[in-house]
Every structure is written in structure tokens, then in C-alpha cells.
T-cell receptor
Framework: DGGITQSPKYLFRKEGQNVTLSCEQNLNHDAMYWYRQDPGQGLRLIYYSQIVNDFQKGDIAEGYSVSREKKESFPLTVTSAQKNPTAFYLC???????????FGPGTRLTVT | EDQVTQSPEALRLQEGESSSLNCSYTVSGLRGLFWYRQDPGKGPEFLFTLYSAGEEKEKERLKATLTKKESFLHITAPKPEDSATYLCAVRVQGAQKLVFGQGTRLTINP
């Protein structure tokens, strides 16, 4: 079955630690995205990538970093510079940036 | 600034009671409007894409329509399994991203 996987489902970290969230897709999509979802707010774009080895900042990139070494994979690192990292993180992919996006199941990150 | 507003924030209906959710947008140039369904603790599930005013799409009990300023998601004779948060998003001209509304939380009581 084609789809998007995110791991882990739940993640707990201490303040000051970097953490990497995994996102893999087997849909052969070119574009991949990372969003953050907070209660009462719409999804906000963190980073996106249209092709391998290239990515662009979204609206809230500060404190985050990404890489795109393979078409299938787009990991997100939440660094200690992110002031409020506790949130639900969603990865998505699409054939291109002009097409509908399909989402993974999400990772809930809690930093204490 | 491109903006998407969904109303109401929450809607509670009885099973079989039809209604509509609203998504209004102010954008510089619409290049697609998207509807998603999201269950608690899960990722959004794609429902529809609409590109031009007057366009309609249907899937089971859901029908999405689009005008020049807003979109409606009509729910006909809903069932409890239709309970979810419904998200609306737009792609604007020249942008590679979607702008999302805050969502409408729909509850269908049996």
C-alpha cells in the first residue's frame, strides 16, 4: 500500500535537546512538506521541498531544520532554539506543488 | 495578506440533520481550494479540490461548492461517523504553499 509514514507517533524530550522526526513516503511524490498544528490554529508550514537536495523555508522555520537526501524521505529536526516546540507535527507529500497534498498520521512532540 | 476563515468553529447536529460548513477566503489569486477531514489525533484526509467558481464535487454525503469568495461543504443526512474536524485550505497565485483555515469541528449525535 502506498502512503506516508511518520515515526514515532509520540515523542517526549527534555528542554534543550534536539529531536528528529521521521517522514517517509512511497507514493513517488516529488514534493514534501512539514506542518505544525496547535489547538485552535490552522496548520502552519515549517519547510517544504520540491526536489531532492533542495528545500525552502515556510512561515515558521525558525528553530527547525530539514534535509532531503532521498526522494522518499524528509526528516525534520526540532532544535533547542525552537522556543515552543510542543505541538502536533504533520508531514505531507504531493506530485508537485500544484497538486493536492496527502498527509501522514502525525507525530505528537512534548517537550518539558 | 492571504486569509482563510472557517465558520462555525463548532457545529453539533442530530443524525440526519443536513447543514453546511463555510470557508471564506481573501486571497490575491486563487489557484485551488482544498477540503480535508481530520479525525482526532490523526493526519488530515484529502476530500476535494475545487478550482473555479461554480464548480461542485460530491462524495457520499458530502458536496463541496465554490464561489468567488467562499466555499461550502454541504453535509446531507449525516451519520455519527461523519463527526470530525473539516479543514479548508487555499493555494494562491505564485505561492508553493497552502493557507489553512482553523477548521470546523462537526459532531453528529445519534
Amino acid at each position: 500500500d502506498g502512503g506516508i509514514t511518520q515515526s514515532p507517533k509520540y515523542l517526549f524530550r527534555k528542554e534543550g535537546q534536539n529531536v528528529t522526526l521521521s517522514c517517509e513516503q512511497n507514493l513517488n511524490h516529488d514534493a514534501m512538506y512539514w506542518y505544525r498544528q496547535d489547538p485552535g490554529q490552522g496548520l502552519r508550514l515549517i519547510y517544504y521541498s520540491q526536489i531532492v537536495n533542495d528545500f525552502q523555508k515556510g512561515d515558521i522555520a525558525e528553530g527547525y531544520s530539514v534535509s532531503r537526501e532521498k526522494k522518499e524521505s524528509f526528516p525534520l529536526t526540532v532544535t533547542s532554539a525552537q522556543k515552543n516546540p510542543t505541538a502536533f507535527y504533520l508531514c505531507a507529500s504531493s506530485h508537485g506543488t500544484n497538486y493536492e497534498q496527502y498527509f501522514g498520521p502525525g507525530t505528537r512532540l512534548t517537550v518539558t | 495578506e492571504d486569509q482563510v476563515t472557517q465558520s462555525p468553529e463548532a457545529l453539533r447536529l442530530q443524525e440526519g440533520e443536513s447543514s453546511s460548513l463555510n470557508c471564506s477566503y481573501t486571497v490575491s489569486g486563487l489557484r485551488g481550494l482544498f477540503w480535508y477531514r481530520q479525525d482526532p489525533g490523526k493526519g488530515p484526509e484529502f476530500l476535494f479540490t475545487l478550482y473555479s467558481a461554480g464548480e461542485e464535487k460530491e462524495k457520499e454525503r458530502l458536496k463541496a461548492t465554490l464561489t468567488k469568495k467562499e466555499s461550502f461543504l454541504h453535509i446531507t443526512a449525516p451519520k455519527p461517523e461523519d463527526s470530525a474536524t473539516y479543514l479548508c485550505a487555499v493555494r494562491v497565485q505564485g505561492a508553493q504553499k497552502l493557507v489553512f483555515g482553523q477548521g470546523t469541528r462537526l459532531t453528529i449525535n445519534p
